[in-house]
């Protein structure tokens, strides 16, 4: 028996190759614009302030710096933390408030303890670091808090 084709199997075709071309184009107009050395975790449709990219910066190193206790080594921060004070937020004034810069100068001293401490109090003191989050966030900004519960 032959496959009989028919008017609408070739415009079915046809549009499913133009839908893959307009795809590409899209995707491929979109990387040629933007700078190879700015790293883009975009998941904010209006784009992502300073602030909420270094935040995602400091999640991956405190899980970085979980791994280290867990494996007995003295957790050490690869970033500056200190860039929250200065750093562009998405709604300024919330980080201009008095709950965040006091929020955030507690997360300071934490991750100053931590890298300071001795290493057989550094599971105690990650949780530390890791509870200011989670309250700083319980203040301001709750959309992260089931991101960091996975540091405890």
Not at 98 to 119: C, F, R
Request: hydrophobic share 40%; net charge negative.
């Amino acid at each position: 028996m032959f496959y009989h084709r028919t008017p609408f199997h070739s415009f079915a075709i046809l549009g499913l190759i133009a839908l893959a071309v307009y795809g590409l184009s899209c995707t491929t107009e979109a990387s040629a614009n933007e700078d190879p050395s700015v790293k883009k975790a975009s998941l904010n449709p209006n784009g992502d302030s300073e602030l909420a990219l270094l935040m995602r910066a400091m999640y991956d190193d405190a899980a970085q710096m979980k791994a280290a206790i867990e494996r007995g080594e003295q957790p050490a921060p690869s970033i500056d933390h200190e860039k929250m004070l200065t750093a562009h937020a998405t709604e300024p004034e919330k980080a201009a408030s008095e709950t965040y810069q006091t929020w955030a100068q507690t997360y300071l001293q934490m991750v100053k303890a931590l890298e300071t401490g001795e290493s057989e109090h550094a599971p105690e003191l990650f949780q530390n670091v890791v509870n200011t989050c989670m309250g700083c966030h319980s203040d301001l900004c709750p959309g992260p808090k089931m991101r960091i519960q996975h540091l405890y």
